[in-house]
């Protein structure tokens, strides 16, 4: 697996990868920056480049896309935020995944993270916040698997309890 910044020159295989999760019943693809809901993937790259800068908006923070690719297709998608705001000391976290549909439980999110976590390194980040919902066992057990210590528990504004975990970088 590599992890690559998206381009203008894979817009097909993302706008597979988006369509993919539509077609399963997922409208909230998580860790794309605002993919699934773009009004085009051009206007998705601006924002993801626009993203990579720091903004005085308390609502934003400077944050990293990556496509987890195999064997030439997009297995999943992984943000990194370079820092936290209060929004996402609570909700939200350094790091956001998500792995296609029908790839799932191959790995693959174990994976992303582990090269997520150096990258946090790169950004000196020494402990990464990551959160999920608690009935996603798959996803706690990936982030248990990066290294991920619970922390605490909150129930989210859709009524979902949600786990806070830390994972600290060495």
């Keep these: ?16 990868y988006r369509q993919e999760h539509f077609d399963h019943g997922e409208m909230d693809i998580h860790g794309d920056g605002g993919l ?7 206007k998705w790259i601006d924002k993801i480049n626009s993203d990579l800068v ?11 896309i990556y496509f987890g ?7 999943g998608v992984i943000q ?5 705001n209060d929004h996402l000391r609570h909700d939200g976290g350094h790091i956001g995944y998500g792995v296609r549909p029908t790839q799932r439980r191959k790995g693959y999110a174990t994976q992303m993270l582990a090269m997520a976590l150096e990258k946090c390194h790169e950004l ?8 999920c919902v608690k ?7 990936t982030i248990v ?11 989210d504004d859709n009524g979902d309890t949600c786990q806070r975990y830390w994972i600290t970088i060495m």
């Design 145 to 155: 698997n990066g290294g991920g210590v619970l922390d605490s528990e909150f129930i």
């Design 1 to 16: 697996m590599e992890l690559i910044f998206p381009t203008i020159d894979i817009k097909e295989a993302a706008l597979a």
């Design 124 to 131: 000196a980040i020494d402990k990464a916040l990551v959160t």
């Design 54 to 64: 720091y903004k005085a908006d308390e609502s934003r923070v400077p944050a990293s």
């Design 80 to 84: 990194i935020r370079h820092e936290l």
């Design 135 to 141: 009935s996603n066992i798959g996803s706690a057990k």
């Design 69 to 75: 690719v195999v064997d030439n297709e997009i297995v």
């Design 36 to 42: 699934d809901y773009a009004e085009t993937y051009e």
